[in-house]
């Protein structure tokens, strides 16, 4: 388990070293579908404490990264801001929790996850970071939506993000927990 995890995160530093701009660089360019303008959804990962943010906001790349704990993984998708997110017939909200004691953040769209998380299990409600469809291409009447899987270790209180349906199977072979489809986002570039 270890192991793939290192090799995640090894193939995360070479993409970051050879394929990734620099955090002065960071995309903030938005690419319009179906009419309505996307952002990008980043991922900011720490080795060292087992923990993934998850968010629109390029600043809060640059400071996670500044902190010296997290590196900047590629772009996860695209996804609806939170300023043209709720003119967009049939998105939805993308919740973010996180969890100081568990060293965790997650996602999810739907609001009793929320509430339960943070009633039940120490996580704190920190906002909107977009809005995605919850279902797919056909249903929502916009095209080119993918799958947005959710895996979770239960033993390193980790949630891992991915719009691949065989990346999502492989890290569920080394202990994580395939949840399916979390939510319909747009796929990165």
């Not at 319009?32 to 923990?51: K, M, N, R």
């Not at 640059?62 to 709720?86: D, F, K």
């Not at 967009?88 to 973010?96: C, E, L, Q, S, T």
Request: glycine fraction near 6%; charged fraction near 15%.
């Amino acid at each position: 388990m270890k192991a793939i995890l290192f090799a995640l995160t090894a193939s995360a530093l070479f993409l970051q070293a050879n394929c990734i701009p620099a955090p002065a660089a960071l995309e903030t360019r938005a690419a319009e579908i179906c009419g309505f303008p996307t952002v990008p959804l980043y991922q900011a990962v720490s080795d060292s404490i087992s923990d993934r943010i998850f968010t629109t906001d390029a600043t809060e790349v640059e400071h996670a990264l500044e902190s010296g704990v997290y590196v900047r993984q590629a772009v996860l998708a695209y996804v609806y801001s939170n300023t043209t997110g709720p003119n967009v017939p049939g998105a939805v909200p993308f919740y973010r929790l996180g969890s100081a004691a568990k060293t965790d953040h997650f996602v999810t769209t739907s609001w009793d996850e929320v509430e339960s998380a943070v009633a039940t299990n120490g996580y704190e409600y920190q906002g909107i970071v977009g809005y995605v469809y919850t279902e797919p291409s056909a249903e929502s009447g916009c095209p080119g939506t993918v799958g947005f899987y959710r895996t979770v270790n239960p033993q390193l209180e980790d949630h891992y993000y991915t719009t691949d349906a065989a990346t999502a199977t492989s890290v569920a072979k080394s202990g994580y927990l395939n949840q399916g489809i979390v939510a319909y986002v747009f796929p990165p570039a």
